[in-house]
C-alpha cells in the first residue's frame, strides 16, 4: 500500500487546485443543505470544506483519513473557513472507515486507488451510505491507469453501486455512482 506522504499534499491541495476543481462546481448538482457528506480521504480538506459549506448548519462532513497530520490540517483549514463546527474528524485505518452511522453522500478524490484494496474500500464505502445515496469519485489521470479505472468501476458495479462515467477533467477520471 502506498499512502501519499501528508506534506506532498501541498503539492496538489492549494490555491490552484480550488481554480481548476472547484468543489461547488463538482457536487452543487448532488450535495444540499442538511445532508450528512463523508469525504474518504480527506487529506487536507478540499472537498471536506466544500462540502461542509453545501451543506450548511444543519448537515455535517465527516472527514475520514488515515493520517493524523492531514485530519489536524484539514481542521485548521476549516476553522479559517469557518466551517469546522460542520466538520467530524474520523481516522480511519488502513483496512476499515470504521464509521458506524449513515450518510446520504460520500466524496473521494484521488484516493481509491492508495488504499491496500480498492474491492474492500468500495465495499466500506457501500456499507456507510444509505439507500438512493451518491458517491463522487475522482482519480488522478496522471497516476491512474485508464485500465485501472475501468476496473474500479467494474467492481463498484458489481457490489451493487449503479456507475456512471463522467466525462474526465483535465486531471481527473470522475463517476458518479448510487446505491
Avoid at 15 to 41: C, H, N, Q, S, Y
Wanted: hydrophobic letters at 45%.
Amino acid at each position: 500500500m502506498h499512502v501519499c506522504p501528508w506534506w506532498l499534499a501541498y503539492f496538489f491541495d492549494n490555491g490552484f487546485r480550488r481554480l481548476i476543481d472547484p468543489v461547488d462546481e463538482a457536487l452543487d448538482k448532488w450535495v444540499k443543505p442538511g445532508m450528512t457528506v463523508l469525504d474518504f480521504g480527506c487529506g487536507m480538506g478540499h472537498y471536506s470544506i466544500g462540502a461542509a459549506r453545501l451543506v450548511g448548519k444543519a448537515g455535517k462532513v465527516i472527514a475520514v483519513d488515515l493520517q493524523d497530520k492531514m485530519l489536524e490540517i484539514m481542521m485548521r483549514r476549516a476553522e479559517k473557513a469557518g466551517v469546522a463546527d460542520i466538520i467530524i474528524p474520523h481516522k480511519c485505518s488502513a483496512h476499515e472507515i470504521g464509521y458506524a452511522g449513515v450518510v446520504d453522500f460520500v466524496v473521494s478524490s484521488f484516493v481509491l486507488h492508495e488504499t491496500p484494496d480498492f474491492a474492500v474500500a468500495l465495499q466500506e464505502i457501500y456499507s456507510v451510505l444509505g439507500e438512493g445515496g451518491g458517491f463522487y469519485l475522482t482519480e488522478p489521470r496522471m497516476h491512474v491507469k485508464a485500465d485501472f479505472f475501468t476496473k474500479e468501476m467494474t467492481t463498484a458495479a458489481k457490489l451493487g453501486f449503479n456507475v456512471e462515467v463522467l466525462d474526465p477533467a483535465m486531471l481527473a477520471y470522475k463517476a458518479y455512482m448510487t446505491k
